[in-house]
């Protein structure tokens, strides 16, 4: 061997030579991976529902009505105790009062107030596909008041123009106290610019929808406050007049918008209220969420919600919170509330249902 020879075992084979892979493309191809996984982690843990944005703008708007709520509580001195309220929301009232005409779920008014129930209402609504500014009545009563504020917050996030008719009694846990009852919240949202609806008609609740069986000082305060927020009180007899009276105001209101609209374009109902429901012995059976066949009446009066319904307008139905929270892929009673926007059932993609 000679001074200049290169030793075998340090000679680089021409296989090895041939198979290098630039450095260029080692760096494009781990740029490359980086950035597919990274599309692949936003894909699943980031919302990219198409309505995220109408969602999360209802969803503030119901922790903007909390927080109105509870200022307001406290000034009246009837903030719920935190055994009662666990998550401070100022949605749940007194457990028995003058307006308290009937029986009440606790945890069933808690969750109704989660701001994601705004949310999940916007997913479900937004389904129908309805043009912005289109009229939608949304039926309540004083029994959720949580289920209330989501419904309004819910349409008026989609662009669309509440007709609200509301019954005035309540059940246990609802808005119940007598001096803050459903008329007098709906208008310390109003005031503080969480909703911009106004009760386009009111029946006092009780026996019959006007007043039987309740309390003579709460009716008095009720007919106080709706004449405070001019709000008129519709009273008749029978039921089916009382219906009749309502649907003309309901399209009294529509009329008003002079968009050319003969119908709203769907309906909510929040709530078992019987201006809503009426008393089929069918709609004790109706299932909550989207109305997926006709309701019939084979005995009894039809509500408004049915009435509507029957003519064909799309009906959402908020009641049998437990099961409905279930579809919508919401928990039932959380403490402490979910912070919206994380919930990818509510937020996330469109299931295989389209919605």
């Not at 005035?168 to 909703?195: K, P, Q």
Request: hydrophobic share 50%.
């Amino acid at each position: 061997m000679t001074d200049t020879a290169k030793p075998a075992s340090r000679a680089t084979p021409r296989w090895r030579a041939r198979s290098r892979i630039p450095p260029g493309w080692l760096a494009a191809v781990a740029v490359l991976s980086v950035t597919l996984w990274l599309a692949a982690e936003f894909a699943t843990r980031h919302p990219v529902h198409p309505r995220y944005a109408e969602m999360l703008n209802a969803a503030r708007a119901m922790e903007a009505a909390s927080r109105v709520l509870v200022a307001e509580r406290q000034i009246r001195g009837l903030m719920q105790g935190r055994e009662i309220d666990l998550n401070r929301t100022g949605m749940i009232g007194s457990e028995f009062t003058a307006i308290t005409t009937t029986l009440g779920d606790l945890a069933a008014k808690r969750t109704a107030a989660n701001p994601d129930f705004a949310a999940a209402l916007v997913r479900v609504a937004a389904t129908l596909n309805l043009p912005r500014g289109a009229s939608i009545v949304i039926i309540v009563s004083g029994s959720f008041v949580g289920g209330n504020i989501a419904a309004i917050t819910a349409a008026e996030a989609l662009g669309l123009r509440p007709v609200v008719i509301a019954s005035l009694s309540a059940s246990m846990w609802g808005a119940t106290d007598v001096e803050f009852n459903w008329l007098d919240i709906a208008a310390a949202l109003r005031a503080r610019g969480v909703i911009h609806a106004r009760i386009a008609a009111a029946v006092l609740g009780g026996d019959g929808a006007v007043g039987g069986g309740m309390d003579a000082a709460g009716v008095a305060a009720l007919r106080a406050s709706a004449t405070r927020d001019e709000v008129p009180v519709i009273e008749a007899r029978p039921l089916a007049a009382l219906i009749d009276a309502l649907l003309g105001r309901v399209n009294a209101s529509i009329a008003d918008a002079a968009r050319g609209e003969t119908r709203p374009g769907a309906v909510i109902n929040v709530g078992g209220a019987l201006i809503g429901l009426g008393s089929c012995r069918e709609a004790a059976e109706l299932p909550p969420g989207l109305a997926t066949r006709l309701p019939s009446c084979t005995a009894g009066t039809p509500g408004l919600a049915m009435r509507l319904a029957q003519a064909g307008v799309p009906l959402l139905h908020v009641l049998n919170i437990r099961r409905l929270a279930v579809e919508l892929g919401l928990p039932f009673d959380p403490v402490p509330l979910p912070v919206p926007g994380n919930n990818a059932a509510i937020y996330g993609s469109a299931r295989r249902d389209g919605a």
